[in-house]
């Protein structure tokens, strides 16, 4: 109920606008770098001391071609800095086709597609790699229809699949080749019955049958989990790679590395937190106690 309602309300202007108002300056950060490129390259700094990290520019569901355009801009502007402070290397890129042009009335595919590559293109010559975020059900036809295009010229891009769509052992099974980059989460959506798993055991069940699956199929399992009990059965499986948000469990994060585990830090920056914001709210009660506390406790 409450995932629900947070969830919805991550799609509310009228909430979007109290929120970014309030004083939430403490329990956003703990979640997002920054709002700039300097903020996000101070905390990559830190985090690849242990761990590797991929760098998300904020924003999502842009509905208009300059904007779009300034998503591409943003993301070459953050892969010259990274390549220029020697980050290339441990630090690659998430970004969202919901910015970059999936969300546009018209010509939504091609644009997507075009701005996507160029995005590709920037991190192929800095040396890094790009993995393409997964958004809601109705977008993922067309996600994994412009990943498979991205991977004829790179074939390093990273897919991501969500286990709590009941159709993503099958599309597990056309991503699980050598060289396949695969990040498995559940899936941060609010979706319906009739598409997804709703209990947690099913959708935990479903998680692991696709990792069994991507693990068979020689490519590069990317496990992105917070649960325990998912992140112990990823650790029976080779190769793999955990991923984790950034702010979410950091100290199982430094002691998996610790361990010799090959672990990746989600890392979001910029002004556009809300929606992203809302999502980790929605993942754990805890959190929206937290951020509740911080409205009340106000000036
Ligand atoms: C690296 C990475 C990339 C992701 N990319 C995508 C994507 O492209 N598309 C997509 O739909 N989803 C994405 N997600 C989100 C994912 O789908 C889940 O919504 C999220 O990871 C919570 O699920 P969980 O597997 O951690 O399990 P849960 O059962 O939700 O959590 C397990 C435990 O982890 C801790 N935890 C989990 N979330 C939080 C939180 N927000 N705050 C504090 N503690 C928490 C709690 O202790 C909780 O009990 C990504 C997640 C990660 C880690």
């Not at 402070?85 to 091609?110: C, F, I, N, P």
């Not at 286990?163 to 050598?178: G, I, K, N, V, Y």
């Not at 090959?262 to 890392?267: C, G, K």
């Amino acid at each position: 109920m409450l995932r629900t309602a947070l969830l919805a309300a991550s799609r509310s202007p009228r909430v979007r606008a109290l929120v970014e108002r309030g004083p939430t300056r403490a329990i956003v950060t703990r979640f997002v770098a920054g709002t700039t490129v300097d903020d996000v390259l101070a905390v990559v700094r830190e985090l690849v001391a242990d761990r590797l990290v991929t760098v998300d520019h904020l924003g999502e569901n842009v509905t208009d071609r300059a904007g779009a355009r300034a998503t591409v801009g943003e993301y070459r502007v953050l892969i010259a800095r990274l390549r220029d402070a020697g980050l290339a290397d441990r630090a690659e890129v998430s970004v969202k086709l919901s910015a970059l042009g999936q969300a546009l009335e018209r010509d939504a595919q091609a644009v997507t597609l075009e701005h996507a590559r160029a995005v590709c293109a920037a991190a192929a010559a800095a040396g890094t790699t790009v993995t393409v975020d997964m958004e809601d059900h109705t977008t993922t036809d067309a996600t994994l229809a412009t990943v498979r295009e991205l991977r004829t010229d790179h074939p390093w891009v990273g897919a991501v699949v969500q286990s709590q769509l009941r159709r993503t052992l099958a599309d597990c099974r056309d991503l699980a080749h050598p060289g396949s980059r695969v990040r498995l989460c559940k899936g941060a959506y609010d979706e319906p019955a009739s598409v997804a798993y709703r209990d947690p055991d099913e959708v935990r069940a479903s998680f692991a049958r696709c990792l069994d699956v991507l693990a068979a199929g020689g490519g590069l399992p990317m496990v992105a989990t917070h649960d325990p009990a998912m992140i112990d059965l990823a650790r029976s499986r080779e190769p793999r790679e955990l991923q984790m948000l950034y702010g979410v469990r950091p100290r199982a994060q430094q002691e998996l590395a610790a361990e010799g585990e090959r672990v990746r830090v989600y890392l979001p920056y910029g002004t556009d937190w809300y929606a992203y914001f809302m999502r980790r709210l929605a993942e754990r009660p805890a959190n929206v106690g937290f951020f509740l506390r911080s409205l009340l406790t106000r000036g």
